[in-house]
């Protein structure tokens, strides 16, 4: 204020002509900073004392906005509020008292504590119960520390729990009860009555999340920060198996498991039922449980010599390419490091380079980069070689005999049955979807895949499923009448698509069945030209005609996305949903990778859906018969079953009527049975 009134004192001419310009805006200024001390206050001071959080309010908040610190630490503090009543069992007279409360409870949560996180090879350290909010009980059957009290013996507790354990009325809760129902089995107690696993009812609600760990299903429902298996057992070297530690500390763990898991499904299931997902988990997600458990415990066998055969020959295999690609680029490295590869190739031997990698900033030696090489040059195709060499010795050769479990002589894997978002299966310790299958080496690792003596594997594989399935969805006349016919469909798509005979009948086959399968992934002419090894715009012509021969099949596609956009998410035949939030991204690529999802998701969700299906009739039908015979794998559209010679026959029939009749579609569908004396033989 006091210069503006006292312009004329300012000496600088420059200074003055911009105060002088802009008195106007100076004004504002001085006004704007201006404190106002003569308001009218209409409130208390008190009232602006700091009070306690409204938790449920700031949880929904920091949710919506994912501002995961502050979640994490509000459910925290709020831990250290929660009072639980837990109580440990020692006796059999205390066991005994509780029959009557949990059968009149009518429902029961279950939890098992083992010393392993493989259901085949773990023992029953400890079984916690909980049938009522906050209260749940703690049963030690297999504590062996120094010190440990005396504890009731497995066979008794088996024999005092087998009236409620074997009760199909009193529902059993678990989280993923696939792992409880195995280590219970194996430890003598029976289980019936599977009623909710809060794992799989998360799954069908949010399948995206990829993880559906009793942690995040407490943290996003309940907002509740559980104990962690960490802070009970230790980290690293330090960590402990439950069995040796105290089983009061355990007791906390494992009863708190048991009451969030009651809790969690008296949530979710409300939500599953309001997302009309009820009748695919009662009639598909729920009696699969027992069907995975069932082939996960018998397991299957394989020679330890032939994969050590296998091993040793790959070793040869690997050696002999070493040689030659020292022998192109002239000096011996580690072919093992992309350092030291990139330099190889891009700096010595002056291949035309791609992309730096973010890391190292060398350049790029990945697959994709080497297959674009191998085009012109021979030392990339060996170096692709050799890395599929390399890959099958590690993960399979050397890997699988170590996974032998010492008890059984068998492989043990476990399904995942809340992984894919399709719907699909997956396997993991070890992976036995991802075995081999084609060439050489593929026929070696399935032939080390054997039966039982006096036994023949049943190999049931779908006959192109997934475009079965397209035909049902679509309801394209051309496509229904080919499958009707009984005729093949990449014959005749070849037919309808190749106007010219420059290729020979085999060829034109080959290129059509890569045209079908991309159709339904929603592959780009871009894509679709790198398959065929083509240009973009020859692809594009095939497609183009693919669409003209089967119109609603371009319809059905285009409306999925269109309805995906809608409302948010694309849904199976049997109701499975997925969200495809990738739609309103504003990244193109992120958008056109929706739109794969959109297109392929009720695809092959569907076909997944129709396997579980035949999967769950073929299970209970051989239980009904009282047949000797397991299935034993499950590779997407592939079903292998260890059958006794006896059972030859009656098996053949039963499993073709099973799968062919699975659910009436408007096509038929086809299965293709082989026998062997190992894997191989059923290809």
């Not at 204020?1 to 200024?29: F, G, H, M, T, Y």
């Not at 021969?549 to 809608?566: D, G, M, R, T």
Request: aromatic share 8%; with cysteine.
């Amino acid at each position: 204020s006091s210069l503006i009134n006292q312009l004329d004192k300012v000496k600088n001419p420059r200074v003055k002509a911009a105060l002088e310009k802009n008195l106007e805006i100076l004004n504002l200024c001085q006004e704007l900073v201006t404190v106002e001390k003569n308001l009218p206050l209409e409130f208390k001071l008190e009232e602006f004392q700091i009070g306690q959080p409204k938790e449920e309010e700031l949880i929904k908040i920091y949710q919506e906005l994912e501002f995961h610190s502050l979640l994490k630490e509000t459910i925290r503090e709020r831990k250290k509020e929660l009072t639980q009543d837990y109580k440990v069992i020692f006796k059999e007279e205390e066991l005994k008292k509780l029959i009557p409360l949990i059968k009149a409870s009518g429902c029961l949560a279950i939890d098992t504590e083992t010393d392993s996180p493989s259901p085949t090879r773990a023992r029953l350290v400890g079984l916690s119960l909980a049938w009522q909010p906050g209260q749940a009980y703690y049963l030690p059957l297999g504590h062996n520390y120094l010190g440990a009290p005396p504890q009731i013996p497995l066979n008794k507790a088996a024999s005092l729990l087998r009236e409620i354990l074997t009760d199909p009325q009193i529902k059993k809760i678990g989280q993923n009860i696939k792992y409880d129902l195995i280590v219970l089995r194996r430890s003598g107690f029976e289980l019936a009555g599977l009623d909710k696993d809060t794992m799989v009812l998360s799954y069908l609600l949010e399948p995206n999340w990829g993880k559906h760990s009793l942690e995040k299903l407490a943290t996003h429902y309940l907002h509740q920060a559980p104990i962690s298996y960490q802070e009970i057992a230790g980290k690293g070297k330090q960590a402990k198996t439950m069995n040796k530690i105290a089983i009061e500390k355990v007791a906390s763990y494992a009863c708190q498991d048991a009451v969030l898991a009651l809790q969690l499904a008296e949530i979710l299931w409300p939500k599953v039922v309001e997302a009309n997902l009820e009748t695919l988990y009662q009639e598909i997600e729920l009696p699969l449980i027992e069907v995975l458990a069932d082939m996960e415990m018998w397991g299957v066998k394989v020679d330890a010599q032939q994969l050590a055969e296998i091993s040793a020959e790959l070793e040869e295999a690997m050696q002999r390419l070493e040689k030659k690609i020292f022998s192109l680029c002239g000096l011996t490295f580690n072919l093992n490091s992309p350092q030291q590869l990139s330099r190889v190739l891009f700096e010595i031997m002056g291949l035309p380079p791609s992309r730096k990698t973010k890391v190292t900033r060398g350049y790029s030696t990945g697959t994709a980069v080497l297959e674009e090489l191998a085009k012109k040059y021979p030392i990339a195709r060996d170096i692709l070689e050799y890395r599929q060499l390399a890959k099958m010795k590690n993960s399979y050769a050397e890997a699988l005999p170590k996974l032998i479990n010492p008890h059984t002589g068998r492989i043990h894997t476990s399904y995942n049955q809340t992984v894919a978002a399709t719907g699909r299966l997956s396997s993991s310790d070890p992976n036995l979807q991802n075995i081999p299958i084609r060439g050489e080496w593929g026929q070696r690792f399935r032939k080390a895949f054997v039966p039982e003596p006096g036994h023949l594997f049943l190999s049931a594989d779908y006959s192109q499923i997934e475009l079965r399935v397209l035909a049902h969805l679509s309801r394209d006349p051309a496509l229904i009448k080919v499958f009707q016919d009984e005729r093949d469909i990449h014959t005749e798509t070849a037919n309808r698509v190749f106007t010219t005979n420059l290729l020979d009948k085999a060829e034109q086959r080959r290129r059509a069945k890569i045209i079908n399968f991309s159709i339904i992934y929603g592959a780009s002419a871009f894509s679709l030209a790198r398959e065929l090894g083509t240009t973009p715009g020859e692809a594009q012509k095939f497609i183009d005609l693919y669409f003209q021969q089967y119109p609603e099949v371009k319809n059905f596609l285009h409306n999925s996305i269109q309805q995906a956009e809608k409302q948010g998410y694309v849904q199976t035949l049997f109701g499975r949903k997925r969200p495809v939030p990738e739609l309103k991204h504003k990244n193109p690529q992120i958008r056109q990778a929706g739109e794969r999802i959109a297109l392929n998701t009720p695809i092959q969700g569907t076909a997944a859906d129709l396997i579980k299906k035949a999967m769950i009739n073929i299970w209970r039908e051989i239980k009904k018969r009282n047949l000797r015979s397991k299935m034993i794998l499950q590779v997407h559209d592939e079903l292998v079953f260890e059958v006794p010679d006896s059972e030859v026959e009656v098996m053949a029939q039963l499993v073709k009527e099973k799968m062919e009749n699975v659910f009436p579609l408007v096509v038929p569908l086809r299965v293709h049975l082989a026998w062997g004396i190992n894997w191989a033989e059923t290809k």
